[in-house]
């Protein structure tokens, strides 16, 4: 178990001196002081306090560093980005940081900038939880964070038909490198840097304090293991099935201790919805379905027909179960639901071959550009599938496609599907264009990722 609580952290070294916060091996604690905004006095002392006891309680980690950023970094900071490079980094004192211990970030004239975690593997060497004035990184931050998030989405919570939905999105709720998503009694959280080892506890306080859950689970993604693995149930015990929620009424199954993200892809409910409206006597085809989402929407829609195909034989039972578990709903019952395991663009293929077709295609891929030199890789796959989901599309069909890599925007999406389509001699008419849920707040530029364009086929 690695959730624990941290020593007390104050401003005294072990030996009774003040001790020293500088900025390199010349500083002094008076030069750490030099901030840009003004400090409230110590009582009766007529002088204001150390910065760090601004920034630091008795819940936070012992070791602090403080980070003298680029002019542009802090310039970056200032400006609300969550993220602070390596190479934006001038000198971080002690040179020995460790993930977890905070960093307090000042610009070349020494002066205050902001507060995140450290993570000296990782080229975010600093992920910013505060920019502005100083505050304290304690317990009360943390449930000011998650309170904000809650009411955020408070129009989602009051719905009595959905209870599956992103609670904490990372950086765009403040608390970047780790998210929790919260499946009916069960909150499932992915910790994606080991910066947020010796603070977990204090997330799960302001969790269980703001929205309290029967159980919580932790998972690390491969980057924040550093020897954990698996899932942990730091409350409750860990599920040993997949645990059911309800999403617009669809009763779904999310695998919260071995499933991909935290067990299930929330981010896509209002498209799942939007297609759910337009599939009414529809044949369906469902591209990279993984769990059946858009399969079983498109089904409480009324279509007649829905297939669903990727690559996971895995993911194409879960969507088998998915249907089993709707299956008392007279529009899922009517519906007749197959799968196809395979490649998608090899499946698109063969498809047209046999001439079939269908009314509605929806295409969902996983992200083709994780770095920037993919981009033009993944362009040309995006613009394959359109070729191929126009193929297999009646005429005055409907084709819902989306891009999940924020290096491929709305408007290069939008842009890669219209010449693919043009390029094929299709016309088309663009219907809707959707972003993020309200679940999924863009909260910086590279937070957004999710774009997806509705066409007709004409």
Known sequence: MLITRCPSAGAISPDGHQASYGLDDHSTRADAEMVDAPAPAARGSGTRPPLWSLVMDDTTPTRRLAVRATAAGARHVRAGHPWLFDGSIDAVSPDDGAAGDLAVVFDPKRKFAGIGLFDPDSPIRVRLLHHGDPRPIDAAFFRERIEAAVERRRPLLDRRDTTGYRLVHGENDGLGGIVVDRYAEVSAIKVYTPAWEPHLGAVVDAL????????????????????????????GTLPDAPVRFHEHGMVLEADVVSGQKTGYFLDQRDNR???????????????FSSSGGFSLAAAYGGATEVTSTDLSRAALETATRNFAHNATNPKVARCRHTTIAGDAFEVLGELRKQRRTF??????????????????????????????????????????????SSRVGPDLLRDTIERSASS?????????ATGHALDHPIGFS?????ST???RKL
């Open 359 to 404: 009314d509605l295609v929806v295409i969902d891929p996983p992200s083709f550009a994780m770095r920037a030199s993919a981009v033009e890789r993944a362009t040309k796959a995006y613009a394959a599938l359109t070729r191929l989901g126009l193929s297999v599309l009646e005429h005055k069909g409907v084709l819902v496609q989306s891009s999940c």
């Open 273 to 287: 919805a939007l297609v759910r409206n337009r599939a009414r006597g529809a044949r369906v085809l469902d591209v």
């Open 453 to 455: 364009f509705v066409y």
């Open 208 to 235: 269980q304090e703001v929205l309290p859950a029967h159980t919580v689970v932790v998972r690390r993604a491969r980057a924040a293991r550093h020897g954990e693995d698996g899932a942990e149930a730091v409350v």
């Open 424 to 432: 094929a001699g299709v016309p088309v008419q663009l219907l809707e």
């Open 446 to 450: 590279e937070g957004e990722y999710l």
